[in-house]
């Protein structure tokens, strides 16, 4: 049994991983800096600490998971949502008392940053959107701005993307900067794919593929339901060897027509594919068994049954949104775990209550006090 310490418990796919450990025999304990979390509320959780936000008092957030690890004889560190950065910098002294799920802040920068990303790709010779840096308002005038999405190069969840015909009231809020670049990437239509993938030292321990039906606003899927796509996972597969990658990457896809398949952008964090891997019983073992390959085995349709009712009102495709409505599990309730589902609301209020006060969107309030933009260390 491993002593596992988790880290961004607000994230549904958090609560997913915390079941899957716990299910193992694992001891699982949570660290979040916000006071009410869905994996706070799950049995799969054996304690949980209230931490300071990294993002505003980073000394305290990492002296509180110092505190945690020794007290609580931790194994390992697997960091979940946007708060991994932060961990990344403090991963020199965190290592020194366990293992640290991730890479060092000077090596995941690059995956971070989404142009630094598409150079990578450039650099191994594999197909890439032109993608250019933006940096003023002169650079932007200077586009052609009906065949480019608009981007900030550190972002999440697609808020801020821009997608042509941009009018010049959505370029209002674009503001360029060279502490703040934008980046214009070529805009191609096609199938929205999605991966996740675990790596240790280059070898890829568990991977899933899936596509974006139904998403909350312009990017996050709320369905999910595993596709089998040898090309990507060649693809991960090289780039995860390249670079000798250790910890959870996730990439997004735009898929042609044709079959050509062109990756867009990096998140190397826990995405939604956490939840078709947590049902597979190595899926643990991934995250310290560089033998192990782990991928979903059964064709289910799991989805984040609030956001899908939200969705509701938007689709175009209200046949298909009953059909996969119906046939789809929730990932959050569990009749042997129903609180996360049941106290949900619980868990959104603070954050509800930060965009109200911020004037920032839900999705942006959820990062608030983990996230980072590049800023100066």
């Not at 660290?31 to 049995?43: C, K, N, Q």
């Not at 010779?125 to 586009?143: D, K, M, Q, V």
Request: proline share 5%; aromatic share 10%; charged share 20%.
């Amino acid at each position: 049994m491993k002593q596992i310490l988790l880290t961004g418990g607000r994230a549904p796919a958090t609560l997913d991983l915390a079941r899957s450990l716990a299910r193992a025999g694992h001891r699982v304990i949570l660290a979040e800096s916000v006071r009410h979390s869905l994996t706070s509320y799950s049995r799969a959780c054996n304690k949980t600490y209230f931490v300071a936000p990294p993002r505003q008092a980073y000394e305290s957030f990492k002296q509180n998971l110092l505190d945690i690890i020794q007290k609580e004889k931790i194994d390992l560190l697997i960091p979940s949502c946007e708060e991994v950065f932060w961990i990344a910098r403090a991963h020199h002294d965190l290592s020194r008392h366990c293992q640290v799920f991730c890479e060092p802040l000077k090596d995941l920068v690059s995956w971070h940053h989404k142009g630094q990303f598409i150079d990578k790709l450039k650099g191994l010779g594999l197909a890439a959107l032109e993608t250019r840096p933006i940096c003023s308002h002169t650079e932007l005038e200077s586009l052609p701005l009906d065949e480019v999405v608009l981007k900030p190069a550190y972002s999440r969840f697609a808020t801020k993307a821009l997608l042509p015909p941009h009018s010049r009231e959505s370029l209002k809020a674009v503001h360029p900067s060279e502490a703040n670049p934008w980046l214009a990437q070529s805009y191609l239509k096609g199938k929205a794919l999605c991966s996740y993938s675990l790596a240790i030292g280059g070898k890829l321990t568990a991977h899933t593929v899936y596509g974006a039906e139904f998403t909350a606003g312009q990017g996050s899927s709320v369905v999910f339901r595993h596709l089998q796509h040898q090309g990507i996972e060649a693809f991960v597969r090289q780039i995860v060897q390249a670079f000798g990658m250790t910890g959870q990457f996730a990439f997004d896809f735009i898929e042609t027509s044709e079959g050509e398949v062109f990756a867009l952008e990096c998140n190397p964090r826990a995405t939604s594919g956490v939840h078709l891997l947590a049902s597979c019983p190595a899926f643990p073992q991934a995250f310290w068994d560089e033998t192990v390959f782990v991928k979903p085995q059964q064709a289910e349709s799991i989805m984040l049954a609030s956001a899908m009712l939200q969705a509701f009102g938007k689709s175009k495709k209200k046949r298909e949104w009953l059909e996969v409505f119906g046939s789809s599990r929730d990932a959050l309730f569990r009749w042997a775990d129903p609180l996360p589902a049941l106290l949900q609301g619980l868990a959104i209020w603070p954050f509800l209550e930060l965009a109200w006060q911020k004037k920032l969107s839900l999705l942006e309030a959820s990062t608030y006090d983990i996230e980072w933009n590049g800023e100066a260390l």
